[in-house]
C-alpha cells in the first residue's frame, strides 16, 4: 500500500471579488514532509496556505487533508483545524494570557482537557521548544523569537498532522530568526509534516524536502532544493532568484 | 457671629445634620442601590449587544446600532417622564424606581455597546483567526479570546459611563424617588439650610470614590497591554 498525501490541493482557485489570486494550484504535501513555498510579493502563497485550513474559503477545486475534501459543506471544520497547525507571521499570542495560558487554550476549550491535565502537555509543548522557564510569562515580555517558539508550541500542543507556517520569520530581528528556524529543523526530525512559506532561502535550501515556487498564482516551478536553487528550469524563477541574490 | 462662624453654621450645621441624617442615609441607599442594579445590568446588556453585533447580521446589526444612537442621544430624564407617564396610558404602569433603573440600563447599555464594540474592532483580526485555526468556535473565541481583550480596552470609559450614569439616578426626583439628592433637596428646604445637601455630597463621594479606586487597580492589573 503506497502512501496517501497528508494534504493534497487539486485545481484549487481562489478570488477576491474579480480578483483571481489561485488559479488551479495542484500540490500533494506527503506525511513528514517539509515543504518550502517560494514566490514574489503577491503571488498568492498566503492565500494558498489560509485556503488550506478555510481562513479563506477557496472558491474552486479541493483541499484534501488525510482524504477528506474539507471544502465541502458538510465537513466540520473546527475539528479538521485541530489536526492542522498555524503559525502566524504575527505570532498572533493573546496578549491577555500567559504562554501557558496561550498554548493550553485549545486542549481546555476544543479537547475539553482538565486544567492539571491541558498545563501538563502545554508545558510538554514549551519544553519542545525550549521555553519552560517563561511558562509565566506574558507575551509582551518575550522577545519576538520567544513569542514565535511559543506560536510552535500552541500548533505543535493538539498534535496535527500538518503545520502551515506563513513567513514565521518576517517580522523577527535577524538575530532572533535562527532560534526559530532551528526549532523548526528539529519539528521536521520527529516527522512532522510542514508547509512553509518563507522568504528565508538559505533556509529552505538546506532544510526542505522540496521547494515550490509560485508566481501569479500558480505553481511555477518545483523539485528537490538542490534543483530549485542550483538548476532553476523556468525563466520566472531565474528572475525571481537573481533578484533575490542581488538584494542580499 | 464671625464669617467662619457663619460658614459652619451654614453648610456644616450639626443641629440641622442630627435631625436629617436618617433621611440622608435612606437615600444613599436607594441611590446605590440603583446603581448597583443598573451597572449590573447596563453592562451585561451592553455586552450582550455587542456581541450580537459582532455576529454581522445586518439587519441585526442596523437595529442595535439605531438603539445605541437613539438613546445615547436622548436626555435621559425625557425618557424617564416617557416611561412614568407614557406606559400606564398602554396598561404598563411603573413605579419610580422600576422607571430609574429601565431607563438607565437602557442608557448605560447604549454607550457599553459602543465601548465594547470599539474595542472588538481595536483587536488585530489575528486574534480571532489563531483562536479558529486551533478549533476553537466562533463562541468559544468570543468568549475566551475577544471579550477578555475588549473588556480590558474599554474599562477606562466603562468607568467613567457607570459613575457618569449613576448619579443621573438624581434625575428620578421628576418621579418622586427618595434618592439621596432628592432627599437633601427637601430637608434643606425644610430646614432653611443647606447642610444636608453638604451631606448629599459627601454621599457622593463615599459612593463614588471607592468604584474609582477599584477602577484604577483594575487597570494597573491589566498592564501587559503594550
Ligand atoms: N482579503 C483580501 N481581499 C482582497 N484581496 C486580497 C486579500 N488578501 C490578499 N489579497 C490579494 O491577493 C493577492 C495575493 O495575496 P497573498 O497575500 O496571498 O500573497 P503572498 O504571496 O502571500 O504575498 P506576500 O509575500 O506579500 O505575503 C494580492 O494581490 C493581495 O493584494
Ligand atoms: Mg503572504
Redesign the interface.
Known amino acids: 500500500m503506497s502512501p496517501s498525501p497528508i494534504l493534497e490541493l487539486v485545481g484549487l482557485h481562489k478570488a477576491y471579488g474579480s480578483l483571481s489570486v489561485l488559479r488551479g494550484i495542484d500540490l500533494r504535501v506527503w506525511p513528514g514532509e517539509m515543504v518550502c513555498v517560494i514566490g514574489p510579493s503577491g503571488s498568492g502563497k498566503s492565500s494558498m496556505l489560509r485556503c488550506c485550513?478555510r481562513?479563506e474559503e477557496s472558491t474552486g477545486g479541493q483541499v484534501v487533508v488525510d482524504g477528506v475534501d474539507i471544502t465541502r459543506a458538510d465537513v466540520d471544520i473546527?475539528?479538521v483545524?485541530?489536526h492542522?497547525?498555524?503559525v502566524?507571521q504575527?505570532f498572533?499570542?493573546?496578549?491577555?494570557l500567559t504562554a501557558l495560558g496561550n498554548v493550553a487554550?485549545?486542549l481546555r476549550?476544543?479537547q475539553g482537557k482538565s486544567k492539571a491535565e491541558a498545563e501538563t502537555l502545554a508545558m510538554a509543548a514549551l519544553e519542545r521548544v525550549g521555553l519552560v522557564d517563561k511558562a509565566r510569562v506574558?507575551?509582551?515580555q518575550l522577545s519576538g523569537g520567544q513569542a514565535q517558539r511559543v506560536g510552535i508550541a500552541?500548533?505543535i500542543v493538539?498534535e496535527p498532522k500538518l503545520i502551515l507556517f506563513d513567513e514565521p520569520t518576517s517580522a523577527l530581528d535577524p538575530e532572533t530568526v535562527g532560534e526559530v528556524l532551528k526549532v523548526m529543523r528539529q519539528l521536521r526530525e520527529t516527522g512532522m509534516t510542514m508547509l512553509v512559506v518563507t522568504h528565508e532561502m538559505g533556509f529552505a535550501r538546506a532544510a526542505a524536502d522540496r521547494v515550490i515556487f509560485m508566481d501569479g498564482g500558480v505553481i511555477v516551478e518545483e523539485g528537490v532544493p538542490a534543483a530549485v536553487f542550483g538548476a532553476p528550469q523556468h525563466e520566472r524563477t531565474k528572475a525571481f532568484l537573481a533578484r533575490y541574490h542581488a538584494a542580499e | 457671629m464671625s464669617d467662619f462662624e457663619r460658614f459652619i453654621h451654614t453648610f456644616f450645621n450639626l443641629e440641622v445634620a442630627a435631625r436629617y441624617w436618617p433621611d440622608i442615609l435612606s437615600g444613599l441607599g436607594v441611590t446605590a442601590g440603583i446603581g448597583l442594579l443598573v451597572a449590573v445590568s447596563g453592562l451585561a446588556l451592553g455586552v450582550a449587544l455587542a456581541v450580537l453585533r459582532a455576529m454581522q447580521i445586518r439587519p441585526l446589526s442596523l437595529l442595535i446600532i439605531a438603539f445605541a444612537d437613539i438613546l445615547r442621544a436622548l436626555p435621559p430624564l425625557v425618557l424617564m417622564i416617557i416611561f412614568f407617564f407614557a406606559f400606564p396610558l398602554i396598561g404598563m404602569p411603573m413605579n419610580a424606581f422600576t422607571t430609574v433603573w429601565l431607563t438607565l440600563t437602557l442608557v448605560l447599555a447604549a454607550y457599553a455597546e459602543e465601548s465594547m464594540w470599539g474595542g472588538i474592532l481595536a483587536l488585530?483580526r489575528?486574534?480571532s483567526?489563531?483562536?479558529?485555526?486551533?478549533?476553537?468556535?466562533w463562541w468559544?473565541t468570543m468568549t475566551?479570546?475577544i471579550l477578555?481583550?475588549a473588556f480590558?480596552i474599554a474599562v477606562p470609559p466603562l468607568t467613567n459611563r457607570v459613575i457618569a450614569i449613576s448619579k443621573n439616578v438624581a434625575l428620578g426626583s421628576v418621579v418622586a424617588l427618595s434618592e439621596v439628592l432628592n432627599n437633601a433637596q427637601s430637608a434643606s428646604s425644610l430646614s432653611a439650610n443647606p447642610t444636608p445637601l453638604t451631606m448629599a455630597a459627601f454621599a457622593y463621594l463615599l459612593l463614588f470614590l471607592p468604584v474609582m479606586l477599584a477602577a484604577r487597580r483594575l487597570e494597573r492589573r491589566?498592564q501587559?497591554?503594550?
Not at chain 1, 498572533?92 to 491577555?96: D, E, G, I, R, V
Open positions: 485550513n481562513l473546527n475539528t483545524r485541530q492542522i497547525g498555524m502566524f504575527q498572533n499570542l493573546y496578549p491577555h487554550l485549545a476549550k476544543v506574558y507575551p509582551a500552541r500548533a493538539l | 488585530p489575528g486574534q483567526e489563531a483562536a479558529r485555526s486551533t478549533g476553537l468556535t468559544q475566551a479570546v477578555p481583550q480590558r491589566w501587559w497591554k503594550v
